[in-house]
């Protein structure tokens, strides 16, 4: 069989009377289980990810973000058991150009267990309807970490990205 558990959790902190900053931080708790794989090669694997979000609005045209984020893993496969901790950390900018264009740049840095990862890139968006922004980006270098990058597009090379915001006056 099969299993893919995942708990998640987060708590969002934002000043009633601004919108200067924003800060999310979240705890992740992730098992994979496959026993279909025959006989010796069952596959189990479980991690815990923890990571914080921080926006920082300076003026109402940039918008600065970072994130932390760090994952425990355990993986008990093939009757052998190893673990790991991969770190993550990285900033993002964006600045509106116009009223319907933006321009970004984000760099963003993984390592853990010896090894290091990078990428960096630029982007470039439209606002094609009321909170909905369509993108392209392209990062020079790049490495790949779904599980750590969330929302953010590491992977080298060229991206489409749609985004659409969720507030309380979209209704």
């Known amino acids: 069989t099969r299993k893919l558990i995942t708990l998640q959790s987060g708590v969002a902190l934002r ?4 919108n200067v900053w924003n800060a999310l931080g979240q705890v992740q708790y992730k098992r994979e289980q496959d026993s279909t794989l025959g006989a010796g090669l069952r596959r189990d694997e479980s991690s815990w990810m923890a990571s914080t979000h ?3 609005q300076p003026s109402q045209h940039w918008l600065l973000g970072a994130r932390y984020a760090a994952r425990w893993a355990t993986d008990r496969s093939g009757g052998l058991e190893s673990r790991s901790l991969t770190q993550l950390v990285g900033a993002r900018s964006t600045w509106d150009m116009t009223e ?7 760099a963003y840095r993984m390592w853990g267990n010896g090894a290091a990862q990078g990428a960096v890139g630029v982007e470039a968006g439209y606002l094609v309807w009321k909170n909905l922004w369509l993108s392209v980006g392209y990062n020079v270098k790049g490495f790949s970490a779904p599980d750590l990058a969330s929302e953010a597009y590491t992977q080298r090379g060229v991206y489409l990205l749609l985004r659409f915001k969720f507030d309380e006056n979209l209704f």
């Open 15 to 18: 000043p009633v009377d601004s």
């Open 54 to 56: 921080l926006n920082l």
């Open 100 to 106: 319907r264009i933006d321009l970004g740049l984000q």
